[in-house]
């Protein structure tokens, strides 16, 4: 098991949605949209579902090699959540279970990739930044819809991407990962340009939309054996 010193909480969890809004604004100053990572050995993925119950997280994290994506490590935790569902604030809803799953793992990520948004969002604060400022380990967030934000028209190749806006700011990429097939939504989580994360995303697709680290987590999640 990890050391838990990787992981700082700099906040309660029992918030109201009004205190979970301002500490979304105050951390999101915290963000880092630079590359910062090194070598990167180990990718993961997580993925928080509800197969049983709408109160029951099950969080699940998925440790792959990189480049080969040959799975080394895993963790599932489900617990009962104590934070109501609200767009744009799931993070206060999945993050707890999400942090006690990564705590289990016996291997250190180099870099995560989230099942959802990373500074794509309102507040520039989706779940993938959140949990980069508190772990300090590079994310990225992979989102299959769009939050927030405007983009043209992606071209219809594989690789081929488009800026996510808001008004003048990019805040993503939309990016085809499969030809002919609906984009995925890449921003930054934290300690990563959003060119980087793009260039990983695509490191850890295969033949399918998700790339492995999403999909693998994703069927931990859901309970699929």
């Not at 599932?76 to 793992?105: C, D, N, Q, T, W």
């Not at 400022?133 to 299959?144: E, R, S, Y």
Request: hydrophobic residues 45%; contains cysteine; proline residues 6%.
């Amino acid at each position: 098991m990890l050391s838990h010193s990787f992981i700082h909480i700099p906040h309660d969890w029992a918030l109201s949605p009004a205190a979970a809004i301002r500490l979304q604004k105050e951390l999101a100053q915290k963000v880092i949209s630079q590359d910062l990572l090194g070598k990167v050995r180990y990718v993961a993925g997580v993925d928080v579902g509800f197969p049983k119950n709408k109160n029951i997280a099950r969080a699940a994290t998925v440790v792959l090699s990189y480049p080969g994506l040959e799975p080394l490590d895993s963790a599932v935790i489900e617990e009962s959540v104590r934070f109501p569902y609200i767009p744009g604030l799931l993070s206060f809803r999945e993050l707890p279970a999400l942090l006690k799953a990564l705590e289990k793992l016996r291997i250190l990520p180099d870099l995560i990739l989230c099942d959802g948004q990373g500074i794509a969002h309102p507040r520039r604060l989706g779940i993938a930044a959140h949990l980069g400022v508190i772990t300090d380990i590079p994310c990225i967030g992979v989102a299959k819809s769009r939050l927030t934000g405007i983009h043209e028209a992606v071209p219809e190749e594989k690789g081929q991407w488009t800026e996510l806006k808001d008004a003048e700011e990019t805040i993503g990429a939309v990016l085809r990962t499969r030809k002919g097939v609906k984009p995925l939504f890449v921003s930054i989580g934290h300690k990563i340009s959003l060119i980087t994360a793009v260039e990983y995303v695509l490191g850890c697709v295969t033949r399918y939309r998700l790339p492995e680290t999403t999909r693998q987590a994703h069927r931990l999640a859901s309970g699929i054996k």
